[in-house]
Each structure stands twice: as C-alpha cells, then as structure tokens.
C-alpha cells in the first residue's frame, strides 16, 4: 500500500512538472484605467514617464523561443528618433513591450510606420505598453499640440542598448537567479523525497 502510495505521489509530480515546463507561463489579464482626456494624458506622461518621443520603427525582434514562453516575454523595437520630449536619447533607440496585450503589450508597431511613444526606465531599457500614450503619430495630433515644440536627439553615442537575450533571461528568472520552471522542479522533487522517506519510516516501525 505505502509503494503505491509513493508512485502515485511520484507521478503525479513529474506530470506536474512536464506540464511547468510545455506550456507558457499563466500571466494575469492587463487592465488600463479608463483613458484620461489628452491633455490630462499628456500631462501624466511628462510627470511620470521618462521618456517621450516620435520615431519611425525600423526592427520588431520577437524573443527568443524557449521552453517555458510568457505573455509578458519582451519584444524589442527599434526605433530612428525624430524628435524628443523629454529624456536624453539618441538617433537610435530601443524601446522593450511585453510580447502580448494581455500583459499590457503593445503590440501595433510595425516596420516603416512612425509613433509616438512614452516609456520608463533607463535609455537602455526603456518599456512601454498600451496604457501609456505610444500610438501612431498620425492618431497623435492632439497630444503633439500639447508637448509642443520638441527637440532633437542626441549625436549617436557609445552607449549600448540591452542584448534581447539578457533582457529575456532577466524577465524570466527569480529572485535568486534562477529559472521559475526549474524552482517549481526542485521543490517538487524534494517533496516526492520527503515524502519517500516518511511511508519507509512507517513502513519500518
């Protein structure tokens, strides 16, 4: 009876883990608060994002693939700056979205078509997503009324943006460094151990 016991623990685990590393990893549903008017959403973009800027997208580089991929996976945008709002930012910038909207991702832009975009962090990751003010340049009339006149970016510079592949290795780590799939496995297996160890205890008694 304990064997059994056991090896159904046992397979139970390893199915479980199969299944942490075939499929994506679950993420929550993005949720934007009702859009402000464009002044209102103007005026937030300079107060909170650390960059505002209008370029024309000259790469989309999708993430690597690998065996645990998530919604929230970082797509990388190039972008050929025009003008600039605020931030310090070169003639060539790069701009990170998560891969789906259900991570709040942007996923409009397209090579060759211009925007306008508004994202946070430093010049060599800067994120944006949809509840923030990127969209086409041609659908920002309005908001470019009320940044006003700009200014142009900065001479290309030895500054170097983020490989895509650090970027997604970083995304998809944990707190320690180490892959959430195989955290998920160690627990697991540990856990078939102990469990192991207590049915030959009671076994033996």
Not at 27 to 48: D, F, G, H, T, W
Not at 63 to 76: C, G, I, N, T
Request: with cysteine; hydrophobic share 40%; charged share 20%.
């Amino acid at each position: 009876m304990y064997r059994k016991s056991f090896f159904f623990v046992l397979c139970c685990a390893i199915l479980w883990s199969a299944g942490i590393i075939a499929k994506p990893t679950a993420v929550y549903a993005c949720s934007c608060a009702m859009s402000p008017s464009p002044e209102n959403q103007v005026k937030e973009a300079l107060r909170r994002d650390t960059s505002i800027f209008a370029g024309k997208v000259t790469e989309v580089i999708q993430p690597p693939e690998k065996k645990v991929m998530s919604s929230a996976d970082l797509v990388q945008v190039n972008f050929e700056v025009s003008t600039v709002w605020k931030g310090e930012l070169g003639k060539q910038t790069t701009v990170y979205t998560a891969m789906s909207s259900a991570s709040c991702g942007y996923e409009g832009f397209e090579v060759g078509q211009a925007y306008i975009v508004t994202a946070i962090g430093k010049p060599v990751k800067l994120e944006t997503n949809i509840c923030d003010l990127t969209k086409p340049l041609a659908s920002a009339k309005e908001e470019i009324k009320l940044l006003g006149d700009g200014y142009g970016p900065q001479p290309l510079s030895s500054k170097k943006t983020m490989p895509t592949e650090q970027v997604q290795a970083t995304g998809a780590q944990g707190a320690g460094g180490m892959p959430l799939g195989i955290i998920a496995i160690v627990f697991f297996i540990m856990t078939v151990i102990v469990t192991a160890i207590q049915l030959r205890r009671r076994r033996l008694k």
